[in-house]
């Protein structure tokens, strides 16, 4: 499995847009049939499915962010993205970054990062 | 309030068997396979456990097994060992728009 790590900034203003990227050590990610994601933990609160995507680009979205919400690859396969737009306080939360396996972008998540906490305030 | 319910702790004895619920509806739990456990230790990345309701990943003890029944889903750990206190939690396919849900985690305390 690889080892997934998460970077980005840790503090994002109110209205601006949360960038984090994702590397997978261990090979490309341009490995079928897996997908690569991410996935949110709130403060207090469980854990929020937010977004896969394929090797090939197809993307899954969870409805409740579509609109919000861009999760690409990059063309050497080696990281993959996480756009979020108009940040709010609600959107503070520790992100991870995931690999996952079956239908319907991934059912299960078989490789995790560590998170990382970014928080939304001015 | 996370979309599956669990409790929020749980706990036993070295050597006991403990279960731990995840209870959906008819549309993410109780309508297919595709319900997942994972562990996660303090600070710690988490760990797939179970998949497909009953499945094990290669390297997970078979003291980890899981069922279901209706709308809920079940973790049994057996044969407790203090290793195994951590947090819990559940994931299941939620059907339409490919939507996958949490519980919102139960704390295994081995006593």
């Known amino acids: 499995q690889p080892q997934m790590q998460e970077s980005g900034p840790g503090l994002v203003k109110p209205s601006e847009t949360l960038s984090l990227t994702c590397s997978a050590s261990?090979?490309?990610?341009?490995?079928?049939?897996?997908?690569w994601g991410w996935i949110r933990q709130p403060p207090g609160k469980g854990m929020q499915w937010i977004g896969s995507?394929?090797?090939?680009?197809?993307?899954f979205y969870n409805p409740a962010l579509k609109s919000q919400i861009t999760i690409s690859v990059d063309k050497s396969k080696i990281q993959f993205s996480l756009k979020l737009n108009a940040v709010t306080a609600a959107d503070t939360a520790v992100y991870f970054c995931?690999?996952?396996?079956?239908?319907?972008?991934?059912?299960?998540?078989?490789?995790w990062g560590q998170g990382t906490l970014v928080t939304v305030s001015s | 309030q996370s979309a599956l319910t669990q409790p929020p702790s749980a706990s036993g004895s070295p050597g006991q068997s403990v279960t731990i619920s995840c209870t959906g509806t008819?549309?993410?739990?109780?309508?297919?396979?595709?319900v997942s456990w994972y562990q996660q230790h303090p600070g710690k990345a988490p760990k797939l456990i179970l998949y497909?309701?009953?499945k094990r990943p290669s390297g997970v003890p078979d003291r980890f097994s899981g069922s279901k029944s209706g709308n809920t889903a079940s973790l049994t750990v057996s044969g407790l060992q203090a290793e195994d206190e951590a947090d819990y939690f559940c994931?299941?396919?939620?059907?339409?728009?490919?939507?996958?849900?949490f519980g919102g985690g139960t704390k295994l305390t081995v006593l």
């Open positions: 261990g090979g490309s990610i341009a490995l079928s049939p897996y997908y």
């Open positions: 995507i394929s090797y090939r680009g197809s993307t």
């Open positions: 497909e309701v009953t």
């Open positions: 008819t549309i993410d739990v109780g309508g297919h396979i595709y």
């Open positions: 995931v690999r996952s396996y079956g239908a319907y972008g991934g059912v299960w998540f078989d490789s």
């Open positions: 994931c299941s396919y939620a059907g339409n728009n490919n939507l996958k849900v």
